[in-house]
């Protein structure tokens, strides 16, 4: 049993969301995902690293069999002439023709997910949907719709349930909001 408050090297969190709550939500969110996508056979590209616990209990709720590949986006500089080159590593599955699902761990301006679309598109699928476990609406800076957002939280710096402060804390069960102190 973990303590309401955290810390983590420099920072004090306290805990906004238990074991208990995501469990309650994510199934939720599985029950609606399998009515509306299970004849479409999805493939959910799971986004490292953040996703990694999410994804494990949303994919086990589904009431289908179904493929599951993990990705990482990676930026880096290309030449002066192309500027930032984006590119999405492990990539295995075939999406062309497909139904997408990406799970995502937390949007905040979306530019992430934005990038992430763009890049997805070169591989042609059907249809994309997003699940979203965190959604910080203040924060959102580009149009997306997001099919699946689980929690809309303020503007906030969260950890735990797969996301980390510095490295630490992606194996903290609860959701901890960064206090003051
Ligand atoms: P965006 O491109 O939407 O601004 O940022 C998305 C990424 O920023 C997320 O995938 C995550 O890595 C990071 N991020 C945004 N907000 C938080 C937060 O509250 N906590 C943690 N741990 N990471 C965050």
């Not at 709720?61 to 880096?76: C, E, G, Q």
């Not at 990406?102 to 042609?124: K, N, P």
């Not at 969260?158 to 003051?180: K, M, W």
Request: glycine share 8%; net charge negative; charged share 25%.
């Amino acid at each position: 049993m973990m303590d309401r408050r955290v810390r983590i090297l420099d920072k004090t969190f306290e805990q906004t969301f238990s074991p208990e709550e995501i469990r309650k939500r994510v199934e939720e969110a599985a029950v609606a995902v399998s009515r509306d996508l299970r004849g479409k056979d999805p493939v959910f590209v799971c986004i490292l690293n953040g996703s990694f616990v999410f994804a494990a209990d949303l994919l086990r709720s589904l009431d289908f069999p179904a493929r599951v590949s993990f990705v990482k986006m990676a930026s880096y500089c290309g030449t002066a002439s192309t500027g930032r080159v984006d590119e999405l590593i492990g990539l295995s599955e075939e999406l062309g023709g497909k139904t997408v699902v990406i799970v995502e761990d937390i949007i905040d301006t979306g530019l992430t997910m934005q990038r992430m679309l763009r890049l997805l598109a070169g591989y042609h699928p059907a249809e994309v949907h997003i699940a979203a476990l965190f959604l910080k609406p203040g924060n959102l800076k580009v149009d997306l719709l997001v099919d699946y957002p689980l929690f809309c939280i303020p503007n906030d710096f969260i950890v735990g349930y797969g996301l980390d402060y510095e490295g630490y804390g992606r194996n903290l069960p609860g959701i901890y909001t960064l206090t003051n102190e």
